[in-house]
Every structure is written in structure tokens, then in C-alpha cells.
């Protein structure tokens, strides 16, 4: 009943920014936290960036001052400013939020996008 929706991601040489976006939308009460997850070919999917209901944010040490995440809780989107892209940085990058479905039983649940490909290539 959740569904998130990643966007924003291509191809981009070595120094260049990007910025995905992920919508929440369904049946949604309100949301917590949101993040961004990555996975590269033949790799385990790597926590990058995480932000609170609130506005704190948290990144990995691989993107830290070259990657901002942020929301818009009234769309219920949550944004990646990747710049100083290297080639490193690509992968598949995953959308994740713990959504509060309903107000009378106001327990959590973690949802997925399908993923968005980042190729930072000359």
C-alpha cells in the first residue's frame, strides 16, 4: 500500500552532481526517518545517507561533505545532492522509509524503492 519511487539518476563524468529524488506515496500517516541505500555490481547494499523526521542527517564516511540528503514532508520526497561524483559512487541507488501507516496504530514499517542507477564514467 506504500510505494516509493526513485528518480533523478544517469550517466555523469568524474566530478559531476546529480541529485535523485524518491516520493513516497499510498497509504501513508506520516513518515519518519528516510534514507538512501547503494549497491554495486557484484557488492552488498551500503548504507549512504539517513535524515529523521526532524531534519538529522547522518552519511557514511565514503560520501560525507560530498553528498547532501534533505526532505519535503509535505510531498513525502526525500533528495540526494551527490556532487564531486567519482567513479566509485556507481551503483544502484535505493530510496528507504519507515512509514507510519495509520494514526490509531502508530507502529512503523520499511518500505523500498526499486532503485535508481547512478554511472559516474568518463
Known amino acids: 500500500q506504500v510505494q516509493l519511487v526513485e528518480s533523478g539518476g544517469g550517466l555523469v563524468q568524474p566530478g559531476g552532481s546529480l541529485r535523485l529524488s524518491c516520493a513516497a506515496s499510498?497509504?501513508?500517516?506520516?513518515?519518519?526517518?528516510m534514507a538512501w541505500y547503494r549497491q554495486a555490481p557484484g557488492k552488498q547494499r551500503d548504507f549512504v545517507a539517513t535524515i529523521t523526521a526532524g531534519g538529522s542527517t547522518n552519511y557514511a564516511d565514503a560520501v560525507k561533505g560530498r553528498f547532501t540528503i534533505s526532505r519535503d514532508n509535505a510531498k513525502n520526497t526525500v533528495y540526494l545532492q551527490m556532487n564531486s561524483l567519482k567513479p566509485e559512487d556507481t551503483a544502484v541507488y535505493y530510496c528507504?522509509?519507515?512509514?507510519?501507516?495509520?494514526?490509531?496504530?502508530?507502529?512503523?514499517?520499511?518500505?523500498w524503492g526499486q532503485g535508481t542507477q547512478v554511472t559516474v564514467s568518463p
Open positions: 499510498g497509504s501513508i500517516f506520516s513518515i519518519n526517518s
Open positions: 528507504n522509509a519507515d512509514v507510519i501507516r495509520s494514526r490509531y496504530f502508530t507502529v512503523s514499517n520499511t518500505y
